[in-house]
């Protein structure tokens, strides 16, 4: 199965209106699920993946699919001068809001609605791009990371955090059986939303990862495109640039 034929809901909307209603309906729980849900390892990715960018001392910086903004804060360590998050899910956003409130950090911080597939910015306006478990969603996979390449500015970064299939024994093995009986009931118990959890494996099943993704990343013109799998493939973080 295609990822972009994976939807939460398979009704007659798009997967771009499934996906923005399901984070609606989910927001409120997420921040919990998906900490506990990784045990907090994902905190721990997340700070390896910005790390990457550090050599690079990015003052502009986007963070694509930002949800609740989890990756956009971590950026916060590589003291940038402005941090913009876009993301589908009005209800995601309204808790990022919040957050930003909370930690004060208004000053160089905004969450704003948008598209991936069709960014409100100018060609090259940032110097680092990342996405957190995002690219997944993607409608339009190739057309939302092109849109990702044409706003980095030349020789910029792009990091894509992302769930990938690990492929030994018995972290594979472990991982799948949490991952497809575990996970989806204890979400929909949680989250109340029966879908959103069971749409969460199947969307990493069906998703080109590791060499493949890194493939897609090469033909739609990035370059010095690395691969790094993280908690024994749990899964891996890109860094390419444009």
Same mark, same amino acid.
């Given at each position: 199965?295609?990822?972009?034929?994976?939807?939460?809901? *398979?009704?007659?909307?798009?997967?771009?209106?499934?996906?923005?209603?399901?984070?609606?309906?989910?927001?409120?729980?997420?921040?919990?699920? *998906?900490?506990?849900?990784?045990? =907090? @390892?994902?905190?721990?990715?997340?700070?390896?993946?910005?790390?990457?960018?550090?050599?690079?001392?990015?003052?502009?910086? /986007?963070?694509?699919?930002?949800?609740?903004?989890?990756?956009?804060?971590?950026?916060?360590?590589?003291?940038?001068?402005?941090?913009? =998050?876009?993301?589908?899910?009005?209800?995601?956003?309204?808790?990022?809001?919040?957050?930003? &409130?909370?930690?004060?950090?208004?000053? *160089?911080?905004?969450? @704003?609605?948008?598209?991936?597939?069709?960014?409100?910015?100018?060609?090259?306006?940032?110097?680092?791009?990342?996405? =957190?478990?995002?690219?997944?969603?993607?409608?339009? /996979?190739?057309?939302?990371?092109?849109?990702?390449?044409?706003?980095?500015?030349?020789? =910029?970064?792009?990091?894509?955090?992302?769930?990938?299939?690990?492929?030994?024994?018995?972290?594979?093995?472990?991982?799948?059986?949490?991952?497809?009986?575990?996970?989806?009931?204890?979400?929909? /118990?949680?989250?109340?939303?029966? *879908?959103?959890?069971?749409? /969460?494996?199947?969307?990493?099943?069906?998703?080109?990862?590791?060499?493949?993704? &890194?493939?897609?990343?090469?033909?739609?013109?990035?370059?010095?495109?690395?691969?790094?799998?993280?908690?024994?493939?749990?899964?891996?973080?890109?860094?390419?640039?444009?």
């Amino acid at each position: 199965m295609k990822h972009d034929t994976v939807k939460p809901y *398979n009704s007659t909307a798009s997967k771009k209106e499934e996906v923005a209603q399901m984070f609606d309906n989910i927001a409120a729980k997420y921040d919990f699920l *998906n900490h506990f849900f990784s045990l =907090g @390892i994902d905190k721990i990715w997340r700070k390896k993946a910005i790390r990457m960018l550090a050599e690079d001392q990015p003052q502009e910086i /986007l963070d694509v699919a930002t949800g609740t903004g989890d990756f956009a804060f971590a950026a916060q360590v590589l003291k940038p001068k402005r941090i913009v =998050g876009i993301d589908i899910s009005g209800g995601m956003l309204e808790v990022g809001r919040r957050k930003i &409130a909370e930690r004060k950090l208004g000053r *160089n911080m905004e969450f @704003i609605l948008g598209d991936s597939e069709a960014l409100p910015f100018e060609n090259g306006s940032f110097d680092a791009i990342t996405v =957190g478990f995002g690219v997944r969603n993607f409608e339009h /996979l190739e057309k939302g990371l092109s849109e990702m390449l044409r706003v980095l500015r030349p020789g =910029g970064q792009a990091v894509v955090l992302e769930f990938s299939k690990p492929k030994k024994f018995p972290v594979k093995q472990v991982y799948f059986g949490y991952f497809k009986y575990i996970m989806p009931g204890l979400g929909k /118990l949680i989250s109340k939303d029966q *879908n959103a959890y069971s749409y /969460l494996p199947e969307s990493v099943m069906a998703f080109p990862e590791g060499e493949e993704f &890194a493939s897609i990343l090469r033909k739609v013109g990035y370059r010095e495109v690395n691969l790094r799998p993280v908690a024994g493939g749990i899964a891996t973080i890109y860094a390419a640039r444009k």
